[in-house]
Protein backbone atom coordinates (compact mmCIF):
# COMPACT_ATOMS: atom_id res chain seq x y z
CA UNK A 1 0.00 0.00 0.00
CA UNK A 2 1.59 3.34 -0.95
CA UNK A 3 1.50 5.95 1.36
CA UNK A 4 -0.90 8.41 0.21
CA UNK A 5 -3.68 5.69 -0.49
CA UNK A 6 -2.97 5.21 3.60
CA UNK A 7 -3.28 8.37 4.95
CA UNK A 8 -6.95 8.23 2.14
CA UNK A 9 -7.84 4.66 3.96
CA UNK A 10 -7.00 5.67 7.90
CA UNK A 11 -9.07 9.27 7.44
CA UNK A 12 -11.76 7.54 6.73
CA UNK A 13 -11.32 5.36 9.68
CA UNK A 14 -10.21 7.85 12.60
CA UNK A 15 -13.33 8.79 13.56
CA UNK A 16 -14.92 4.99 14.06
CA UNK A 17 -11.92 3.05 13.96
CA UNK A 18 -12.40 3.16 18.33
CA UNK A 19 -15.69 1.85 17.53
CA UNK A 20 -14.92 -0.81 15.21
CA UNK A 21 -11.49 -2.17 16.29
CA UNK A 22 -11.29 -1.61 19.99
CA UNK A 23 -12.61 -5.00 21.34
CA UNK A 24 -10.49 -6.58 18.94
CA UNK A 25 -7.07 -4.82 19.60
CA UNK A 26 -7.13 -3.16 22.78
CA UNK A 27 -6.85 -6.96 24.64
CA UNK A 28 -3.78 -7.64 22.92
CA UNK A 29 -2.05 -4.38 23.02
CA UNK A 30 -2.95 -4.28 26.39
CA UNK A 31 -1.19 -6.91 27.07
CA UNK A 32 1.83 -6.66 24.54
CA UNK A 33 2.61 -3.97 26.25
CA UNK A 34 2.46 -5.46 29.93
CA UNK A 35 4.46 -7.75 29.48
CA UNK A 36 7.07 -5.84 28.03
CA UNK A 37 8.36 -4.74 31.57
CA UNK A 38 8.35 -0.87 30.71
CA UNK A 39 10.51 0.39 33.67
CA UNK A 40 10.93 4.04 35.04
CA UNK A 41 12.75 5.98 32.93
CA UNK A 42 12.45 4.29 29.84
CA UNK A 43 12.21 6.10 26.38
CA UNK A 44 9.84 4.02 24.66
CA UNK A 45 8.47 4.38 20.55
CA UNK A 46 5.11 3.54 19.15
CA UNK A 47 4.89 3.08 15.57
CA UNK A 48 1.89 3.86 13.68
CA UNK A 49 0.42 4.80 17.47
CA UNK A 50 -3.31 5.38 15.51
CA UNK A 51 -5.67 6.82 17.71
CA UNK A 52 -3.92 6.02 20.53
CA UNK A 53 -5.60 2.61 21.92
CA UNK A 54 -2.00 2.13 23.67
CA UNK A 55 -1.48 5.30 25.47
CA UNK A 56 -3.66 4.64 28.53
CA UNK A 57 -1.70 2.06 29.15
CA UNK A 58 2.18 3.13 29.45
CA UNK A 59 3.08 3.71 32.51
CA UNK A 60 3.49 7.73 33.62
CA UNK A 61 7.14 6.93 34.54
CA UNK A 62 8.70 6.32 31.08
CA UNK A 63 8.45 8.50 27.93
CA UNK A 64 6.81 7.87 25.16
CA UNK A 65 6.75 9.50 21.29
CA UNK A 66 4.28 8.23 19.29
CA UNK A 67 4.50 8.33 15.01
CA UNK A 68 2.12 7.88 12.55
CA UNK A 69 1.51 8.57 9.25
CA UNK A 70 -1.84 9.95 9.43
CA UNK A 71 -2.32 13.45 10.94
CA UNK A 72 -6.63 12.29 11.10
CA UNK A 73 -5.63 9.30 13.49
CA UNK A 74 -3.13 11.23 15.58
CA UNK A 75 -5.84 13.71 16.16
CA UNK A 76 -7.41 11.20 18.41
CA UNK A 77 -4.41 10.19 19.81
CA UNK A 78 -3.81 13.95 20.55
CA UNK A 79 -7.81 14.14 22.11
CA UNK A 80 -6.94 11.22 24.32
CA UNK A 81 -3.12 12.64 25.46
CA UNK A 82 -4.87 16.08 26.28
CA UNK A 83 -8.46 14.30 28.20
CA UNK A 84 -6.61 11.74 30.52
CA UNK A 85 -3.69 14.27 31.12
CA UNK A 86 -0.85 12.22 29.72
CA UNK A 87 1.45 14.33 29.93
CA UNK A 88 4.58 11.71 29.41
CA UNK A 89 3.48 11.50 25.87
CA UNK A 90 4.13 12.74 22.78
CA UNK A 91 2.62 12.03 19.42
CA UNK A 92 3.84 13.21 16.05
CA UNK A 93 3.26 12.89 12.08
CA UNK A 94 5.57 10.84 10.60
CA UNK A 95 6.14 8.22 8.26
CA UNK A 96 7.30 4.73 9.85
CA UNK A 97 9.98 4.32 6.69
CA UNK A 98 12.10 7.47 7.53
CA UNK A 99 12.66 7.90 11.20
CA UNK A 100 15.67 10.16 10.65
CA UNK A 101 14.42 12.86 12.94
CA UNK A 102 15.97 10.62 15.23
CA UNK A 103 19.50 9.51 16.31
CA UNK A 104 20.46 6.00 16.63
CA UNK A 105 19.59 4.32 19.82
CA UNK A 106 17.05 6.83 20.75
CA UNK A 107 14.66 4.44 22.37
CA UNK A 108 14.56 1.27 24.77
CA UNK A 109 11.48 -0.11 23.67
CA UNK A 110 9.45 -0.47 20.34
CA UNK A 111 6.00 -1.11 20.16
CA UNK A 112 4.72 -1.88 16.49
CA UNK A 113 0.91 -2.87 17.06
CA UNK A 114 -1.25 -3.98 13.56
CA UNK A 115 1.19 -1.43 11.70
CA UNK A 116 3.76 -3.78 9.64
CA UNK A 117 0.78 -4.99 7.42
CA UNK A 118 -0.32 -1.92 6.81
CA UNK A 119 2.90 -0.26 5.97
CA UNK A 120 4.32 -0.11 2.06
CA UNK A 121 7.65 -1.46 3.31
CA UNK A 122 8.06 -3.69 6.40
CA UNK A 123 11.14 -4.25 6.29
CA UNK A 124 12.48 -0.50 5.98
CA UNK A 125 10.45 -0.27 8.90
CA UNK A 126 12.29 -2.28 11.09
CA UNK A 127 15.41 -1.47 9.70
CA UNK A 128 14.62 2.43 10.78
CA UNK A 129 13.36 1.00 14.14
CA UNK A 130 16.61 -1.20 14.38
CA UNK A 131 18.61 1.87 14.30
CA UNK A 132 16.39 3.72 16.52
CA UNK A 133 16.34 1.14 19.69
CA UNK A 134 19.43 0.64 21.42
CA UNK A 135 21.28 -2.27 21.90
CA UNK A 136 19.78 -5.22 23.61
CA UNK A 137 16.10 -2.77 23.61
CA UNK A 138 12.80 -4.78 23.22
CA UNK A 139 11.28 -4.41 20.19
CA UNK A 140 7.66 -5.72 20.25
CA UNK A 141 5.23 -6.09 16.94
CA UNK A 142 1.53 -7.54 17.47
CA UNK A 143 0.22 -8.19 13.85
CA UNK A 144 -1.70 -10.27 11.85
CA UNK A 145 0.06 -12.76 9.67
CA UNK A 146 -1.09 -15.20 6.66
CA UNK A 147 -1.76 -18.31 8.23
CA UNK A 148 0.82 -21.44 7.88
CA UNK A 149 -2.55 -23.48 7.15
CA UNK A 150 -2.05 -24.31 3.59
CA UNK A 151 -6.00 -23.76 2.73
CA UNK A 152 -5.84 -20.76 5.02
CA UNK A 153 -2.57 -19.33 3.62
CA UNK A 154 -4.23 -19.47 0.05
CA UNK A 155 -7.37 -17.73 1.19
CA UNK A 156 -5.19 -15.01 2.98
CA UNK A 157 -3.25 -14.25 -0.82
CA UNK A 158 -6.23 -14.64 -2.62
CA UNK A 159 -8.22 -11.98 -0.45
CA UNK A 160 -5.18 -9.76 -0.54
CA UNK A 161 -5.94 -7.15 -3.13
CA UNK A 162 -9.65 -6.95 -1.49
CA UNK A 163 -7.93 -6.30 1.89
CA UNK A 164 -5.65 -3.90 0.87
CA UNK A 165 -7.94 -1.98 -0.12
CA UNK A 166 -9.70 -1.50 3.14
CA UNK A 167 -6.17 -1.16 4.83
CA UNK A 168 -4.10 -4.03 5.27
CA UNK A 169 -2.47 -7.04 3.58
CA UNK A 170 -3.46 -10.01 4.36
CA UNK A 171 -0.40 -11.84 2.48
CA UNK A 172 2.73 -11.40 4.88
CA UNK A 173 3.97 -14.76 6.35
CA UNK A 174 5.30 -14.57 10.15
CA UNK A 175 8.80 -16.59 9.21
CA UNK A 176 9.14 -14.64 6.45
CA UNK A 177 8.71 -11.51 8.24
CA UNK A 178 10.96 -12.59 11.12
CA UNK A 179 13.12 -13.86 8.73
CA UNK A 180 13.21 -10.53 6.53
CA UNK A 181 13.39 -8.03 9.52
CA UNK A 182 16.19 -10.10 11.43
CA UNK A 183 14.68 -10.20 14.32
CA UNK A 184 16.05 -12.10 17.12
CA UNK A 185 13.18 -12.99 19.07
CA UNK A 186 13.26 -13.91 22.14
CA UNK A 187 9.55 -14.97 22.54
CA UNK A 188 6.33 -15.42 20.47
CA UNK A 189 2.84 -16.35 20.95
CA UNK A 190 -0.67 -16.08 20.21
CA UNK A 191 -3.37 -15.42 22.91
CA UNK A 192 -5.69 -17.85 22.17
CA UNK A 193 -5.29 -21.10 20.25
CA UNK A 194 -7.05 -20.20 17.81
CA UNK A 195 -5.97 -16.58 16.91
CA UNK A 196 -5.24 -13.94 14.08
CA UNK A 197 -2.87 -12.15 15.79
CA UNK A 198 0.68 -13.02 16.68
CA UNK A 199 3.08 -11.19 19.09
CA UNK A 200 6.50 -11.50 18.65
CA UNK A 201 8.73 -10.41 21.47
CA UNK A 202 12.58 -9.66 20.08
CA UNK A 203 15.52 -8.37 21.35
CA UNK A 204 17.70 -5.64 19.48
CA UNK A 205 20.87 -7.12 19.05
CA UNK A 206 23.38 -5.15 17.17
C1 LIG B 1 -4.40 -0.65 11.89
S1 LIG B 1 -3.80 0.90 12.43
C2 LIG B 1 -2.99 0.47 13.99
C3 LIG B 1 -3.00 1.60 14.98
C4 LIG B 1 -2.53 1.23 16.37
N1 LIG B 1 -1.13 0.85 16.39
C5 LIG B 1 -3.39 0.12 16.93
O1 LIG B 1 -2.88 -0.98 17.19
O2 LIG B 1 -4.59 0.36 17.16
C6 LIG B 1 -2.41 1.16 11.36
C7 LIG B 1 -1.78 2.53 11.54
O3 LIG B 1 -0.53 2.55 10.83
C8 LIG B 1 -0.39 3.85 10.28
N2 LIG B 1 0.60 3.80 9.20
C9 LIG B 1 0.49 3.20 8.01
N3 LIG B 1 1.61 3.38 7.27
C10 LIG B 1 2.45 4.13 8.04
C11 LIG B 1 3.75 4.64 7.86
N4 LIG B 1 4.44 4.42 6.73
N5 LIG B 1 4.30 5.36 8.84
C12 LIG B 1 3.63 5.57 10.01
N6 LIG B 1 2.39 5.12 10.25
C13 LIG B 1 1.81 4.40 9.28
C14 LIG B 1 -1.80 4.20 9.82
O4 LIG B 1 -1.96 5.58 9.59
C15 LIG B 1 -2.63 3.67 10.99
O5 LIG B 1 -2.81 4.65 11.97
Redesign the pocket.
Known amino acids: ?D?ES??K??AL??DV?DAL??RF??P??RHALLALNIEPGDRVL?????????LPIYPRDCSVI?????A???KQAKQKIIDQQLSHIKVME????DLSAFPDDSFDKV?????V?????PYR?MQEVKRVCRRDGDVVV?NHFRSSNKVLGTIGNFFNPISKRI??RSDLGLNEFINGAGLVVREKYMLKKIDFWHMIFAVNVK
Open positions: MSTKIYYSYFKFFRIDVGVGTGLSGIDLSKMLMDAMFISHVSVVSDVVGW
